[in-house]
């Protein structure tokens, strides 16, 4: 398996980040989207259960801000279950184009219900249906069986859709985020940022060796 390429794009000196990780974050998303390319938002989403058996998906982020990254998702899946046993979790973007990585780790709250209720409501209906019926990760028989179940919802609800209970919004709050850029020769650029108090929003942001 030959999957070996050199990554010349660019690269990540000290004096060009942002003190703020969030605004590093930003600066990044902001390009990749400019350069046009796809599913930006897309994330690997790992989590670790209460026997610390790691588990690793792909979700979309949200909205994020200096709190925390934001994602939906059903809380009786797998990493829902995860979540609650232990609510710490670290995402990760890989931009392939830009041959750029970001790494954010840090413990999981669940988003209010309000910020919940109004982003399911902005969601096309299909999608609200969809979050209706699934019960997701748990085993079903035949895809029919959710057809059956997706049309049978949609002739019972001709109006407004509510929340489903299980339908849960989660916000990682970062305690380290990490930027990586490729470079010729497997000489990397990396850079973390570890938050340097509880309460603090100062960062010590570190080159680590590739
Ligand atoms: C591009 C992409 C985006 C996805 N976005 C979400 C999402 O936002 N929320 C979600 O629950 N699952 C999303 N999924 C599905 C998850 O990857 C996963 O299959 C599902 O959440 C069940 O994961 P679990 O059994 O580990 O809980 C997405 C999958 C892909 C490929």
Do not use: C
Request: net charge negative; glycine share 6%.
């Amino acid at each position: 398996m030959e999957a070996r390429r050199e990554y010349t794009l660019g690269k990540l000196n000290s004096e060009d980040l942002n003190l703020s990780p969030v605004d590093q974050f930003a600066s990044w998303l902001e390009y990749a989207g400019e350069k046009g390319i796809s599913d930006t938002t897309a994330m690997s989403l790992a989590t670790a259960d209460k026997d610390g058996m790691p588990t690793v998906r792909t979700v979309l982020l949200k909205s994020f801000d200096s709190l925390g990254f934001v994602w939906y998702s059903d809380e009786r899946s797998e990493k829902g279950r995860s979540i609650s046993d232990r609510p710490v979790a670290e995402i990760l973007f890989f931009w392939k184009e830009l041959e750029r990585q970001v790494r954010i780790r840090g413990n999981v709250e669940m988003v209010g219900e309000e910020e919940v209720q109004d982003y399911f409501l902005s969601r096309p209906r299909e999608s609200q249906i969809a979050a209706s019926i699934s019960q997701q990760s748990q085993p079903i028989e035949t895809r029919l069986e959710l057809e059956r179940r997706y049309e049978e919802f949609e002739r019972k609800h001709d109006s407004e859709l509510v929340l489903p209970e299980h339908w849960r919004g989660y916000r990682l709050l970062p305690s380290r985020y990490e930027f990586w850029q490729g470079r010729k020769g497997r000489l990397h650029d990396r850079f973390e940022y570890v938050k340097s108090g509880e309460v603090s929003d100062d960062w010590v942001i570190t080159r680590l060796q590739p």
